[in-house]
């Protein structure tokens, strides 16, 4: 398993507009085949700080996901969504057990 994490910024005023857009990257992903998780969520005390967490069954389905067209439609929107200071790390773990 793969464990992707960690976060991107972007101008809190631009979230209205951000949401459908960063819905539909959400959803595609999810769809993948070897997604396990796939999440954004919005910083309760930094406005336009988002955190990031996927979850991939392995090294070939985070390939494919990082070569997937709703992928180039997502980065093709950032420019114009103003995000940035992307802080992404991807670590290698073991099956999740509960705690």
Wanted: net charge negative; proline share 6%; aromatic share 8%.
């Amino acid at each position: 398993m793969l464990l992707v994490i960690g976060t991107f910024r972007l101008a809190p005023e631009n979230l209205p507009r951000a949401r459908p857009v960063m819905a539909r990257m959400i959803t595609a992903s999810r769809a993948e085949d070897g997604s396990e998780e796939y999440s954004y969520s919005e910083d309760v005390l930094d406005p336009g700080l988002i955190h990031v967490k996927e979850l991939w069954r392995d090294q070939a389905t985070l390939d494919r996901h990082l070569e997937a067209s709703h992928l180039r439609d997502w980065r093709s929107a950032w420019a114009d969504l103003g995000i940035g200071e992307r802080n992404l790390r991807v670590y290698s773990v073991g099956d999740p057990k509960p705690t």
